[in-house]
């Protein structure tokens, strides 16, 4: 793609645009504040402000969507918006979504690959499902080809769990806890990119470094990176009382994401393949 246009444009989206432009490509970027990237053209902008939508960079454009969702609901509203306000003539030449592996809902430690039925059990799921709906709905309607990454926790030397751990909130103890799985960001800004080249019309593809650690394994291991000490583990029962209903979710859905379409079909090698060789850099 000659022209890259990067839809959320936050961490991940900072990540990639760097690549891009490294790269040679011309790329704009849209978020709420300054993207602050060197080398790209800023739009700003609100993505429940309709008002603030015209005239974006897309056509011809390849697009990657990072926006998260909205709050609360089960709809997409965001990108309802963002794809109402690309008008004829200004279709970009193809959409990289980024959703989420919470689709799939709680598979009870089953593997699932991007065959498997998604089943979202929480509102968010359910928003980020509705959100690939909208984009594959509205791409059929306009011969623009879609590709939806399904991707796991995103952790970084950035993206830690500090808090938690400074703060002492507890952890469900590791006698509990189930297979949970993650990529590291830079990983999946490269993934991303990827997508974009190689990806076809329709291509789902699941992201994960293919290793999977428990909620509570990962904590301990990010807190051991960091010298802080270890959360307190809880059992099931008392993380009811004492967790907040997101990571409650967290660490009750269950499942281990089989990512090796990703790996073959857009030709990547993880620079991380898993959770000790991104700590230990």
Request: with cysteine.
């Amino acid at each position: 793609m000659e022209h890259l246009f990067i839809v959320g444009c936050g961490a991940i989206g900072r990540r990639i645009a760097s690549l891009a432009v490294a790269q040679g490509v011309s790329v704009s970027t849209f978020s709420r504040g300054e993207a602050g990237v060197p080398g790209t053209q800023h739009h700003n902008g609100n993505l429940d402000d309709a008002t603030t939508l015209r005239g974006l960079p897309t056509r011809g454009a390849g697009v990657i969507y990072l926006a998260p969702p909205p709050g609360g609901g089960n709809q997409e509203t965001r990108v309802a918006n963002f794809l109402a306000a690309i008008a004829a003539g200004e279709e970009p030449a193809k959409i990289v979504y980024i959703s989420t592996s919470g689709v799939y809902g709680d598979c009870g430690g089953d593997v699932v690959t991007e065959e498997t039925e998604p089943n979202p059990q929480t509102s968010r799921g359910k928003r980020r499902l509705h959100g690939e709906q909208l984009f594959i709905a509205w791409g059929r309607d306009h011969a623009v080809p879609v590709v939806i990454l399904r991707v796991t926790a995103i952790y970084a030397l950035d993206r830690l769990p500090v808090t938690q751990l400074t703060s002492g909130q507890p952890v469900l103890r590791e006698e509990e806890a189930h297979p949970s799985n993650r990529i590291h960001a830079d990983d999946l800004s490269r993934i991303c990119l990827a997508a974009l080249e190689k990806g076809k019309d329709g291509d789902i593809f699941n992201v994960s470094d293919g290793s999977s650690v428990t909620m509570t394994g990962y904590f301990n291991a990010a807190a051991d990176a960091l010298g802080l000490p270890r959360p307190p583990q809880v059992t099931m029962e008392e993380a009811r009382r004492v967790m907040t209903p997101l990571m409650i979710s967290y660490f009750s859905e269950s499942r281990v994401v089989d990512s090796s379409k990703m790996l073959r079909e857009l030709g990547i090698t993880l620079l991380y393949p898993d959770l000790e060789a991104g700590l230990k850099k």
